[in-house]
């Protein structure tokens, strides 16, 4: 495979240049204005764990801030990996701070999460293509958002409101992102970039919950 192949996802680029993306571009920067509100909001005395998952909200808009400006099939990975990354820890993260899961037990939950979401992937290759655009991919963590808020509600109430706020943005967000081609004609800009700004907002909502958790001092 040609890492360097360039690629077109998007209705706004309409060339291989770096510019070809403007707004998909420029749109990432509501990711490092949400990390930086949120190590605000943290203060001084956060652990380290939060500022872990802050800092990966940055990248994630860094790593698809690059992807929308090169647009090759190695920065697509950049775009994804940091996602990804934060799904991980924020749910490992999640299960010990609000669950009170011990850290080797929160792990065995991301794992079977992982499996799962392996299962899923799979099926849907052998599958006929869903209508998304490419979105499908984010089911399983939209799934996941809305477990942990209703495994959060009876002890963290405050935690669920939050994921439950989450949820709803993100399916704002997917939508964005599954009818993006489909708009071309009408919208030659496309949508995606509000897979971006309403994205940021979803992973403020998600760091906001983890931070009013009863165990927000605790690093487990």
């Given amino acids: 495979m040609?890492?360097?192949?360039?690629?077109?996802?998007?209705?706004?680029?309409?060339?291989?240049?770096?510019?070809?993306?403007?707004?998909?571009?420029l749109s990432n920067?509501?990711?490092?204005?949400?990390?930086?509100?949120?190590?605000?909001?943290?203060?001084?005395?956060?652990a380290f764990d939060l500022r872990l998952l802050i800092?990966?909200?940055?990248?994630?808009?860094?790593?698809?801030?690059?992807?929308?400006?090169?647009?090759?099939r190695g920065t697509a990975i950049l775009d994804i990996g940091f996602i990804a990354i934060f799904v991980v820890a924020y749910?490992?993260?999640?299960?010990v701070r609000v669950l009170g899961r011990s850290t080797a037990a929160a792990w065995a939950g991301v794992g079977i999460f992982l499996?799962?979401?392996?299962?899923?992937?799979?099926a849907t290759r052998l599958l006929p293509p869903l209508p998304l655009n490419g979105s499908e991919i984010y089911l399983p963590p939209f799934?996941?958002?809305l477990a942990c808020a209703a495994l959060a509600r009876p002890r963290a109430p405050a935690v669920a409101?939050?994921?439950?706020?989450?949820?709803?943005?993100?399916?704002?967000?997917?939508?964005?992102?599954?009818?993006?081609?489909?708009?071309?004609?009408?919208?030659?800009?496309?949508?995606?970039?509000?897979?971006h700004l309403v994205n940021a907002a979803m992973?403020?909502?998600?760091?906001?919950?983890?931070?009013?958790?009863?165990?927000?001092?605790?690093?487990g």
């Fill in 161 to 195: 409101r939050w994921l439950t706020m989450a949820s709803a943005l993100f399916v704002v967000s997917l939508t964005c992102r599954a009818v993006d081609q489909l708009v071309c004609a009408a919208w030659p800009v496309g949508t995606h970039l509000g897979w």
């Fill in 115 to 122: 499996m799962l979401t392996g299962g899923f992937v799979a």
């Fill in 91 to 95: 749910y490992q993260r999640f299960q």
């Fill in 29 to 46: 920067l509501a990711f490092i204005a949400v990390a930086i509100i949120l190590w605000r909001r943290a203060g001084r005395g956060a």
């Fill in 143 to 145: 799934v996941l958002l």
């Fill in 2 to 25: 040609n890492w360097a192949e360039n690629i077109d996802l998007y209705c706004e680029r309409t060339g291989p240049g770096l510019w070809a993306e403007p707004l998909n571009a």
């Fill in 203 to 219: 992973l403020y909502c998600c760091m906001a919950g983890l931070l009013t958790a009863p165990r927000y001092r605790h690093f």
């Fill in 55 to 72: 800092g990966l909200i940055a990248a994630v808009g860094v790593g698809s801030g690059v992807f929308h400006t090169v647009a090759t």
